[in-house]
Antibody
Framework: QVQLQESGPGLVKPSETLSLTCNVS????????WTWIRQSPGKGLEWIGY???????NYNPSFKSRVTISVDTSKNEFSLKLSSVTAADTAVYYC???????????WGQGTLVTVSS | DIQMTQSPSSLSASVGDTVTITCRAS??????LHWYQQKPGKAPKILIY???NLESGVPSRFSGTGSGSDFTLTISSLQPEDFATYYC?????????FGGGTKVEIQ
């Protein structure tokens, strides 16, 4: 079965770029949509965006000017970059596969990213 | 953006109770509504997709109904492992949005 695992720095300084990678195991990244979602106490669950295996993306307008989601089929992984971060970007970041009519399953375990100097 | 409002935000119940959680969309979303369960320190897990379809492996005591803008998640005969937070999510329109969650606690 497909499993996802997030990786990346747990601490990012304000104004810098948050970078996370999600490794997909137990299945191929090709043929699917892959997504990033975050969860913070203040804003709950927020969909950030998704990428199709061919690189086509769809972003939440709330993040659109700061976000880039990309895919590397050779490594079976996809990535998130969020620029100009502030303390409001402190959250647990999840990667997930988008299914059918755009629900999410499975999810990675999540990784906490704290924005602080 | 489509706003998803869940009620109640929390509830207390006992093992064996039947629990109903409501999710209301700010506009019609047909049946593009999905339910997740989240336990502390874990990622959300899909329970119901497209309003009423039980995900494989999910116990049949979970059921979902509704269409348009009003939806319910019902847990019949609540079990100890069901104490968690439940979220709805719409996929009718981008951006995809989630409800604020309903925490089901032990009475």
């Amino acid at each position: 079965q497909v499993q996802l695992q997030e990786s990346g720095p747990g601490l990012v300084k304000p104004s810098e770029t948050l970078s996370l990678t999600c490794n997909v195991s137990g299945g191929y990244i090709s043929g699917n949509y892959w997504t990033w979602i975050r969860q913070s106490p203040g804003k709950g669950l927020e969909w950030i965006g998704y990428v199709f295996y061919n690189g086509i993306t769809n972003y939440n307008p709330s993040f659109k000017s700061r976000v880039t989601i990309s895919v590397d089929t050779s490594k079976n992984e996809f990535s998130l970059k969020l620029s100009s971060v502030t303390a409001a970007d402190t959250a647990v970041y999840y990667c997930a596969r988008r299914q059918g009519n755009r629900w999410f399953d499975p999810w990675g375990q999540g990784t906490l990213v704290t924005v602080s100097s | 953006d489509i706003q998803m409002t869940q009620s109640p935000s929390s509830l207390s119940a006992s093992v064996g109770d039947t629990v109903t959680i409501t999710c209301r969309a700010s506009q019609t979303i047909n049946s593009y509504l999905h339910w997740y369960q989240q336990k502390p320190g874990k990622a959300p897990k899909i329970l119901i997709y497209a309003a009423s379809n039980l995900e494989s492996g999910v116990p049949s005591r979970f059921s979902g109904t509704g269409s348009g803008s009003d939806f319910t998640l019902t847990i019949s005969s609540l079990q100890p492992e069901d104490f968690a937070t439940y979220y709805c999510q719409q996929s009718y329109d981008s951006p995809l949005t989630f409800g604020g969650g309903t925490k089901v606690e032990i009475q």
